[in-house]
């Protein structure tokens, strides 16, 4: 948790603006609640490094210095983090710690002894112009400088939170998912997609919600890949700046707790509204971001406008939120059933975490969402409810991948049709303790090279295995369940080229690994 200065500022900051906005944490109690790392991204640097190779703080923007500058930072109780690149050059064409272009000598260990000096508590490492040597592959490539700058921090001995955006450079490609598996060994957080909208001081109220919703979209499917200690990372936190509303302000910290994403603010602190600051500090929701499982939520549902998701939370506890994306307000009203929980009179205590408000033993959650608004509920069940289902739906992309949040993913139907979410009685998967996927009673099977609902048996046929690289691989013929959304689902040697086809999310993604 923290705060960045790049979705709001871009390249147009100084010493000043960071430091104002440090002091704007503490003023405001949000490094209180837990917002304590403030990191300069990209422009802080010349374009060249010094006589000795060593990298140079712009001195127009820090007079003063770096070191000056994670001083300030340091004595106001706050961490300090800094942005460097894998490949030759930053994104904004500033001296990168990479390897050059055509080859030669990389700067890691020079610039992590650098930072290291600085005080520099977190690095976020971008990953534009990456060298790829004649023959290696750009994953090659990629996995080299991660692992370099990894080695380099090491070596250098300061605990430093180390954020990679490797994934970033290959959201759309077959490699994403090989990169999504190995940027754990590296570092403790990565950016898998692109970036969140940024502020446009010359139309500072130009829309940003659809964004947030994207980067919400790409992100969900992912669980699979996180645990504690190592994040995906769905970018900055802009609610409360220009362009979302204080109900879009509310989803995005919603959706990423939900996520148990890292909440790292990227607006002018300034000048957040005391409203904002209550959304952003909330410590309801921040708690179930912080959970210690580290869950992702799981998709239960999804309708045209709206998403409804439950994680599970340490000590006995579940979050449960809402979103309506649509435009309309939303009532909704859920009982333990559309939850998982089998026991029809399951009662649980709850706690609606916008406005406080408790219920000591209910038996439906109830709410009025407002447009573009998320509901979000801590809940209790009684230990009469048992544990609740491994329930929801199960996804794939859709091939084309347009920036669309809604279609951004299609729904499996027991029906063997790979299309729309609609929340139809058969898009809803039930995922059994031994590995079969069960709707509406009857199991998914694979018989004879074809793919059908069966009566569920304990049979390999039914069994599937689910990898970290997200494949179903039948047990019975060791074949990749394939959902291509003009033939349905069909059987196929498990293989990259059919990479979208081939590659699922499954309510509450266990750690595979
Ligand atoms: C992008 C990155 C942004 C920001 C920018 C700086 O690649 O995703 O978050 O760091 O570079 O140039």
Known sequence: MGWNDWAHYQCNFTAQTILDNARALVRTGLAARGYRTVTIDDCWMLKSRDSHGNLQPDPQRFPHGMKAVAKAVHALGLKFGIYEDAGSQTC????????PQGGGQDHFLQDAKLFASWGVDYLKLDGCNVYAAPGDS??????????????????VGRHVIFSESAPAYFQGTPDWYDVLSWVRFYGHLWREGSDIATFDAKAPNAPRFHSVLWNYAYNLPLGRFQSPGNWNDADFIIGGDGGMTPAETRSQLALWSMMSAPLILSSDLGALSPAAISVLGNRAVL????????????????TPSSDLLFKKLAGGSYAVAVLNRGEQPLHVELHAVDLGFAQTGCQFSSVDLWSGAREPSALTLQAAIAAHDTAIWRIRPAPACGAPARMGVVTRLASGRHRDPESYVLCMA??????????SPAQRWTVTPAGSLESSGRCLAAANGMVLMQRCVSSDAQRWKYTLAGNLIN???????????????????CGHHLLDSQIWSLPNDPATR
């Open 92 to 99: 904004g064409g500033f001296a990168g710690s990479g390897v």
């Open 138 to 155: 750009q994953n090659t490539a990629y996995r080299a400088a991660y692992r370099a700058e990894s080695a380099a921090l090491f070596e």
């Open 287 to 302: 708690s179930v971001d912080q959970d210690p499982l580290g869950r992702m939520a799981t998709l239960l549902r999804r």
């Open 414 to 423: 027991s029906t063997g049709k790979v299309e729309a979410c609609s929340d």
């Open 475 to 493: 047990r019975g013929d060791r074949l990749c369940l394939t959902g291509r959304s003009a033939q349905g689902l069909t059987l196929e040697i």
